[in-house]
């Protein structure tokens, strides 16, 4: 991979900074339009779901396994179970399944 | 002094967050290098970054060969929601102290710092900030690295079934909302269908991995925006 990776890392790196401290240092006043603040608050619902989904089918070397897997976490979040253990209980479900099958 | 009072209480605070972030960056440790990067390579990119949706969609850039603009872009509309947590912060933090403190108090601008610093009940200061990250960043560090070098020694079944991780860590995110409001809940579902829509139709098969989140992420946000703004918060 060698240099390419680097620059990779350097693009993440620095488009993430800036928006991270632009804001910071330069916005004084508050943002009054009421659809930005609406889609800047659905934002990480989007991309969060839209990166779990159809891809944490192919996550694993089952789909049948991670479909399980898969709908364990939904029902852990919907309990509101906290991060690690939607996480490690979802991981187990998907060991125990691909040892049946 | 207070400085080192807010520090240590940032400090302690962040204790919780490094042990989420060890469990969560664990993951991607391995992921990354499961795909073929070396530990070392993907503690540099947690330690540069510290975000895990942003990473974790950057790794599967980085291994599909994309382009640096589909990179760009991609970490712009992830990481997007950090823009809005820091024009909080930038109103929130304590204006008596220095101004420059900002660009390095920045960094730490995470969903978990930006969560325990904003809900503070006192004007937060910097040193809380720095306090947290202090704790919190090497946990993230330390989890990749961990991560990556036992990914190479744990058994291919114990390496698959972590490869649920992540997305089981993504869930937890925007389920409980989800449940509690139902624009999340239109939104998240919205997003899963949309997903699915240009992942499956083979006419749209084209639209490489990263650019399909950021389609999505704007079309539903925006979507979701214009249909909620008058009865949003």
């Known amino acids: 991979m060698g240099v390419k990776l680097y620059i990779y890392i350097a693009v993440m790196a620095v488009v993430t900074y800036l928006i991270r401290v632009l804001p910071l240092v330069l916005f004084k006043k508050e943002i009054k339009s009421r659809f930005v603040k609406r889609f800047l608050y659905y934002v990480p619902y989007a991309a969060l779901a839209s990166m779990t989904f159809p891809a944490i089918l192919y996550a694993t070397d089952s789909v049948a396994a991670a479909a399980c897997g898969f709908a364990v976490a939904l029902v852990l979040a919907w309990k509101e179970k906290s991060m690690v253990t939607v996480a490690i209980v979802a991981c187990a479900v998907v060991f125990i399944v691909e040892r049946l099958i | ?192 269908f949309l997903s699915a829509l240009l992942y499956y139709v083979p006419a749209l098969s084209f639209i490489s991995s990263g650019f399909a989140i950021i389609i999505v992420t704007v079309a539903i946000s925006a979507g979701a925006a214009a249909l909620c703004g008058d009865s949003g918060k």
């Open chain 2, 1 to 192: 002094m207070e400085k080192i009072k807010q520090y240590r209480q940032g400090a302690r605070d962040g204790i919780p967050i490094a042990l989420g972030y060890f469990a969560v960056s664990f993951a991607f440790g391995m992921m990354a290098v499961t795909g073929g990067l070396s530990a070392l390579e993907a503690s540099l990119i947690s330690l540069v970054n510290v975000t895990s949706a942003g990473q974790f969609a950057g790794l599967q850039i980085i291994f599909a060969g994309g382009t640096y603009l589909e990179m760009a872009l991609t970490q712009f509309v992830i990481n997007l929601r950090y823009a809005l947590m820091s024009f909080s912060l930038s109103q929130k933090l304590d204006r008596s102290e220095s101004f420059a403190c900002r660009y390095l108090a920045a960094f730490g601008v995470t969903d978990e710092i930006f969560g325990i610093t904003a809900s503070k009940k006192d004007t937060p200061s910097v040193f809380y900030m720095y306090g947290a990250m202090s704790v919190a960043i090497p946990g993230w560090v330390l989890g990749t690295f961990f991560g990556g070098v036992s990914g190479a020694i744990l058994p291919h079944a114990v390496l698959s079934a972590l490869g649920l991780a992540i997305y089981g860590m993504f869930l937890a995110i925007i389920i409980p909302p989800a449940k509690h409001e139902r624009d999340v809940a239109a939104v998240v579902a919205a997003a899963f």
